[in-house]
């Protein structure tokens, strides 16, 4: 039987890319709803259209049991899946592919690389699952490195050991969410981390980005669910202690979070996991206006009830993902418990909702599962996953469409979001002759939301990476100027990092510097990421 192979270029599988009847029929649906008007679908690539130049390295003989470079490899390692990736792949430009895939099996394997790398200064970049939407996987041609070697940890793809006495589990870097679940689930456990990237993204990856996942509240990021780590460094192996809690100086857990590869390359960490849900309340609200929405999550937020879903959706986006279809925005609310029926939760929360002025056309609804079954199969989270296949449809039609996200404080999000939509429009109508700007909430908190920005418009042949690079800009700085953050879950990558250098200043980006050099002296490790040397 043939396996089912990932997409060289765009998102996901590559037998999920819709075919001409499905192209029409979201051309349709993308006109009906926004106005804009999609080119005529353009051939997606074949891997023998691809421009590639040869490999500038070559890695020594002893490290070829576990390294190639053999087209296909480095093509498939060439870029993430930001809008940008999936744009030059679409063209089948993949001259910035790495000259090196190398596949290691052990963290020896690791330092016999780090000791090539460091002595031929070829810069060596950690994979993940190839999912990175900011740039985080490629390094510019014209750096000061000889080559580039891209580090694929699929071969660290267990889940080793489950303490079911402390819920924690030993998860391997290169392990994919649904494995992961997969090895929990005999025994009644789940992660429950589901970024959109779930099915492709790795646990390694997700704690080096520190990425955001399935709760809206309280255990929003992998930060809350990590337990410990170790990350093998060209300077040794750094590795923190198993315990719930410690008062022992500033974290060393916390560097490795959010390190991007940049300081050293995550193998293994233990991770908290809990009972598989045994008890699910929904409920959807419809409000007649935005503000009426955002008043209703920041009462949730700031409830103590800790609901497992918030998200507010405005209309447009409502209607997009088949949520809402007369225009008006609306919030999911969940609950969810492996031990408690989560009905008075779930009351309180409707009520909570009703008073800024929510309606519910349809009762809110508890209801048991199956623990064995699959931990996340409700509707929101099956179209949230779908989204990125409708991205990548869309670019083959001309029809620029990419997402950015933020957090700012309950105080200062009106005025972020006017500023977000004003000046992203803006740049839209300048480069694009229009477009739409929607939102949603992702995660929420007592102290301020999630905002989530999805933005669409028509690109001309030949110049859309500088169309997508002037509208990210001003939706870059709008973030800036009024008090937000460059990104809340996205990482900072290579598309972040000028913004990222001034949201934490001058002197922050020196000791981060000194850190680098120490695990990092001969500056091989995803440069350009965080930090330069």
Same mark, same amino acid.
């Given at each position: 039987?043939?396996?089912?192979?990932?997409?060289?270029?765009?998102?996901?599988?590559?037998?999920?890319?819709?075919?001409?009847? @499905?192209?029409?029929?979201?051309?349709?649906?993308?006109? @009906?709803?926004?106005?804009?008007?999609?080119?005529?679908?353009?051939?997606?690539?074949?891997?023998?259209?691809?421009?590639?130049?040869?490999?500038?390295?070559?890695?020594?003989?002893?490290?070829?049991?576990?390294?190639?470079?053999a087209a296909r490899n480095r093509i498939r390692h060439t870029y993430?899946?930001?809008?940008?990736?999936?744009?030059?792949?679409?063209?089948?430009?993949?001259?910035?592919?790495?000259?090196?895939?190398?596949?290691?099996?052990?963290?020896?394997?690791?330092?016999?690389?780090?000791?090539?790398?460091?002595?031929?200064?070829?810069?060596?970049?950690?994979?993940?699952?190839?999912?990175?939407?900011?740039?985080?996987?490629?390094?510019?041609?014209?750096?000061?490195?000889?080559?580039?070697?891209?580090?694929?940890?699929?071969?660290?793809?267990?889940?080793?050991?489950?303490?079911?006495?402390?819920?924690?589990?030993?998860?391997?870097?290169?392990?994919?969410?649904?494995?992961?679940?997969?090895?929990?689930?005999?025994?009644?456990?789940?992660?429950?981390?589901?970024?959109?990237?779930?099915?492709?993204?790795?646990?390694?990856?997700?704690?080096?980005?520190?990425?955001?996942?399935?709760?809206?509240?309280?255990?929003t990021h992998i930060d809350d669910l990590l337990q410990s780590v170790?990350?093998?460094?060209?300077?040794?192996?750094?590795?923190?202690?198993?315990?719930?809690?410690?008062?022992?100086?500033?974290?060393?857990?916390?560097?490795?979070?959010?390190?991007?590869?940049?300081?050293?390359?995550?193998?293994?960490?233990?991770?908290?996991?809990?009972?598989?849900?045994?008890?699910?309340?929904?409920?959807?609200?419809?409000?007649?206006?935005?503000?009426?929405?955002?008043?209703?999550?920041?009462?949730?937020?700031?409830?103590?009830?800790?609901?497992?879903?918030?998200?507010?959706?405005?209309?447009?986006?409502?209607?997009?993902?088949?949520?809402?279809?007369?225009?008006?925005?609306?919030?999911?609310?969940?609950?969810?418990?492996?031990?408690?029926?989560?009905?008075?939760?779930?009351?309180?929360?409707?009520?909570?909702?009703?008073?800024?002025?929510?309606?519910?056309?349809?009762?809110?609804?508890?209801?048991?599962?199956?623990?064995?079954?699959?931990?996340?199969?409700?509707?929101?989270?099956?179209?949230?996953?779908?989204?990125?296949?409708?991205?990548?449809?869309?670019?083959?039609?001309?029809?620029?469409?990419?997402?950015?996200?933020?957090?700012?404080?309950?105080?200062?999000?009106?005025?972020?979001?006017?500023?977000?939509?004003?000046?992203?429009?803006?740049?839209?109508?300048?480069?694009?002759?229009?477009?739409?700007?929607?939102?949603?909430?992702?995660?929420?908190?007592?102290?301020?939301?999630?905002?989530?920005?999805?933005?669409?418009?028509?690109?001309?042949?030949?110049?859309?990476?500088?169309?997508?690079?002037?509208?990210?800009?001003?939706?870059?700085?709008?973030?800036?100027?009024?008090?937000?953050?460059?990104?809340?879950?996205?990482?900072?990558?290579?598309?972040?990092?000028?913004?990222?250098?001034?949201?934490?200043?001058?002197?922050?980006?020196?000791?981060?510097?000194?850190?680098?050099?120490?695990?990092?002296?001969?500056?091989?490790?995803?440069?350009?990421?965080?930090?330069?040397?």
């Amino acid at each position: 039987m043939s396996q089912r192979a990932r997409s060289f270029w765009s998102w996901g599988w590559e037998d999920r890319f819709p075919d001409a009847a @499905g192209q029409r029929a979201l051309a349709g649906q993308i006109h @009906g709803l926004l106005g804009l008007e999609p080119d005529a679908p353009r051939r997606p690539p074949e891997m023998s259209d691809a421009l590639l130049d040869p490999p500038r390295v070559t890695p020594p003989e002893s490290l070829w049991t576990f390294c190639t470079t053999a087209a296909r490899n480095r093509i498939r390692h060439t870029y993430g899946r930001a809008w940008r990736d999936q744009m030059r792949g679409f063209n089948a430009d993949f001259r910035a592919a790495p000259d090196c895939v190398a596949l290691p099996e052990s963290e020896a394997h690791l330092e016999q690389l780090f000791e090539w790398c460091t002595r031929e200064r070829v810069a060596l970049v950690p994979w993940g699952g190839g999912t990175s939407v900011v740039g985080g996987l490629e390094v510019p041609r014209l750096s000061r490195h000889t080559g580039v070697v891209c580090v694929d940890l699929a071969r660290f793809g267990k889940v080793l050991e489950i303490d079911d006495v402390s819920n924690v589990a030993r998860i391997q870097a290169g392990a994919l969410g649904p494995a992961i679940e997969a090895a929990l689930a005999p025994k009644g456990l789940t992660l429950r981390h589901f970024p959109q990237s779930f099915e492709f993204s790795t646990f390694g990856g997700w704690v080096a980005t520190r990425a955001g996942g399935h709760f809206a509240t309280q255990y929003t990021h992998i930060d809350d669910l990590l337990q410990s780590v170790r990350m093998v460094t060209p300077a040794g192996v750094v590795e923190t202690r198993r315990v719930p809690a410690s008062g022992a100086g500033p974290a060393p857990e916390r560097l490795i979070l959010g390190s991007e590869g940049a300081l050293g390359v995550v193998t293994e960490g233990w991770a908290r996991v809990r009972p598989r849900p045994r008890w699910r309340g929904t409920a959807t609200a419809v409000f007649d206006t935005f503000e009426q929405g955002v008043a209703a999550a920041r009462a949730l937020a700031q409830s103590g009830l800790n609901p497992t879903n918030c998200r507010l959706i405005d209309g447009v986006e409502a209607a997009l993902n088949g949520v809402s279809l007369d225009g008006r925005p609306v919030l999911i609310i969940g609950f969810e418990s492996g031990v408690a029926d989560v009905s008075p939760l779930l009351d309180i929360a409707v009520e909570c909702a009703r008073a800024q002025g929510g309606h519910f056309a349809r009762p809110p609804t508890v209801r048991t599962v199956d623990p064995q079954g699959d931990p996340g199969a409700d509707a929101w989270r099956a179209a949230f996953v779908e989204a990125p296949y409708l991205q990548s449809a869309l670019l083959s039609m001309g029809i620029m469409a990419d997402t950015f996200e933020t957090a700012c404080t309950w105080r200062s999000f009106p005025e972020v979001h006017a500023a977000v939509v004003r000046d992203v429009t803006e740049a839209l109508n300048d480069v694009c002759g229009g477009g739409r700007v929607t939102c949603r909430f992702t995660h929420v908190y007592p102290d301020g939301p999630a905002p989530y920005y999805t933005f669409m418009g028509r690109v001309r042949r030949g110049s859309e990476l500088t169309q997508w690079a002037e509208v990210k800009a001003a939706a870059s700085e709008a973030l800036l100027a009024h008090g937000a953050t460059i990104t809340h879950h996205h990482a900072v990558g290579r598309t972040h990092r000028p913004w990222y250098d001034r949201e934490v200043g001058v002197v922050y980006g020196r000791a981060l510097k000194a850190v680098k050099r120490a695990l990092d002296p001969a500056g091989i490790l995803n440069p350009g990421v965080l930090v330069d040397v």
